[in-house]
């Protein structure tokens, strides 16, 4: 978790554990209306096993981009993604993908549609059902396995797309603005639910958001993208324990401080005496 | 989904005290018993020679002869075999192709335009070639049946097949399916829309075509050769029973096609 870029760039072990994956060196250009775009310049970072990233920048910054490099659905760029040392270069089932999108497929059950990810692996078709069941019911929806998606609501839909990334024990969990496209609260409960179910499966997971207080609430390391060329402002630890309250000072500090880094800081309510105020009512 | 539907504001003034259920019905019926009475006036008016316009009691006992002393199981029989055996040949043709064009760019681009060119031509066009080559008996026939069936399925299965968002690919993509897995779990359903509109079609087509080709080729049991022979007996009763028997049927079809629509594309709505 201390292990920051500058060690990674030295080459240095900072920490005992080895990163398993390390984005060393990467920009990526666009070609769009006979422009060159450049969508990401120079990033490096490495993550270890078992930590939570999350990305955050404003739109454009280039971190989707980021995951589709990660994913391996892109490789036209140049610098290198070692994911365990290899380099990526397809998209395998050791990475669960959530799109914004729930991006279910409509003619299948929910049941279906998670057992789809299960297609391309070797398991029986016992252990295949038994690892669906399960999965349903580590989102809370084992009520729903017939269902089709038509018939759930939006932050359902989003469950059954992370059950789905999940059923495979995929070593990484790639979170595209997962909860980027529901309603306030359902977004409140399912980053609560995302909290435990990442713990639970100890994968590990890389966010990309444009909500500060999901980053903060929810990762070990939030990476700050500025964009245009979407680059690395820095990364900031988060040293928050695993139970986070959001009202928290110490959270409301750390929010602030990535805030300021995106340039949005003014918005926010004036920073020192109010978490001053805080602490003596309690 | 069967076909035609009203708004239930107009459907209410027009029987207040029927059911909901029985009131599209009654609706329906009115033009259909309205020709009927105004039938059986012009023949009871003597408005027209009863060969040129036989009585609705007179059509109604031929029907029943025919089945019961003619041959109208076996027309009946022959027609439905034809339309049913021509539709899946041409309709699994067309669904090959279609997906071949739909899902590769190679074959569009060899096959493309010329199925195009083939489009040009009318259906009709046909016969005389398909009759030289493969006679006018039962072959030619389900030639004719096929080719017509093939049609509709190949537009539609190409164009369904094309517009699979790219967002589903990617997903594919991500699942790291095959060829295979991506047809059968993405590709195919999620063409399914536009296939069940081209089958529909085509059963309508291969059904126009059932009764064309039993017209033009050869005499063979049939619909459309008894109304050949109607026509050639001097017999409008004769022809019009089998008039009412290829609505009827073809009614029948459509029934069946909407039924299997809704229990394909069930995952639609609800």
Redesign the interface.
Known sequence: MNLDIRAFEFGQAAVSRDPVLEIDHVSKRFHVAGRVVQALADISLAVEDGAFVAIVGASGCGKSTLLRLILGLDTDYEGEIRLDGQRVRRPGLDRGMVFQDHRLLPWLTVEGNVAVALRRSRLSSAEKKRLVAEHLELVGLSGFARAWPAQLSGGMSQRVAIARALVNRPRFLLLDEPLGALDALTRLRLQDELARIVRHERSTAILVTHDVDEAVFLADRVVVLRPNPGRIARVVDVTLGARRDRSDPAFVLLRDEVLDLLGVRDRISGPQPSIRGTQQNE | MSGFSLSAPVLNRIGPKLSPRLRPVVLGAILPVGLLIGWQAIVSAKLAPSYMVPSPADVVLRLQMEFYGGTFWLDVGSSLSRVLRGFAIGSAFGLAAGLALGLSRIAEGLFGPLFMAYRQVALFAWVPLLSMWFGGGETGKLAFVSLSAFAPVVVNTWRASRAIPE??R??A??????RL?YLW??AL??A?PGIVTGLRTALIYAWIATVGAELFLDIAPGLGGRLNEGRDKFEVDLMLVALLLLAGLGMVFSRAAAFAESWLL?????
Request: charged share 30%; hydrophobic share 50%; glycine share 10%.
């Open positions: 967002k589903l990617e997903l993509a991500v699942l790291t399916f095959g897995d779990l993405i359903p999620g399914l069930r995952w639609r709505t609800r």
